[in-house]
């Protein structure tokens, strides 16, 4: 087969192929949402959050984030709500959210836990929870007993929530997207990749305010 995605299915797992790139996933632990459609500009969104937002909206902003990252919680608090105000409920963009877990140990389990809560339907949620609720590095406000507080505080199934967590479902998941982070150049956080619907990126590096995201988002309008 010629096709640069290829997607080899078997009882033993799941293999992806993207030109030379291969990696391998347990169908038992992993993707339970893979979509191989969601490739976006030079970035691989097919193991990143659910999109919030309308599927088809002209503009998809990609958010590079760990959630230990003190900038990432300051753009969710101060530059994010006017975002979504202004273009994600309005149909304009959609924000796909893709790992980079690399500020300290808890960062890796914090980014499994949104996707065990996804599971659930709660992935935005608890998202946000983790963001609002963020302290220092690996001070224990996000190893894995505080995490399932987190899914407790959500009112998540926790025999579903913990078993998924301690069984370190997902690590591929977050792996493969802090891969892809690196390969688009990624170097801290938070990066934005912004994507047209004609295939223009604009790059925002940093916790902007909110007229900066304005101006490259009205561009590509």
Partial sequence: MKSKHLLLLSIIGIVI?????????????????????RQIGTVDTS????????A?????????????????KKWFLDTKPDIVTNYID????????????????DSMPAARATYCAEEQGKYWEYHGFLY?????????????DSLKG????LGLDMDLFVS???SGKYQKRVQFNTD????????????FIITGSQGQQERILGPQPYLIFEKVLDSLL
């Fill in 164 to 166: 998924c967590l301690d």
């Fill in 132 to 144: 609002s609720n963020q302290l220092s590095i690996d001070n224990g406000w996000a190893n894995p």
């Fill in 180 to 191: 892809e982070s690196v390969k688009n150049g990624v170097t801290g956080t938070p990066t």
């Fill in 47 to 54: 193991l990143g959050s659910p999109a919030m937002g309308d």
């Fill in 150 to 153: 987190y899914a407790a505080n």
């Fill in 90 to 105: 309005t149909g304009k963009a959609k924000l796909i959210f893709v790992d980079i877990a690399f500020l300290g140990k």
């Fill in 56 to 72: 088809n909206a002209p503009i998809t902003i990609i958010e590079f984030g760990d959630y230990q990252c003190s900038n990432c």
């Fill in 17 to 37: 192929i993207s030109g030379v790139y291969a990696y391998q996933v347990s169908t038992e632990l992993e993707l339970v949402n893979l979509d191989m459609n």
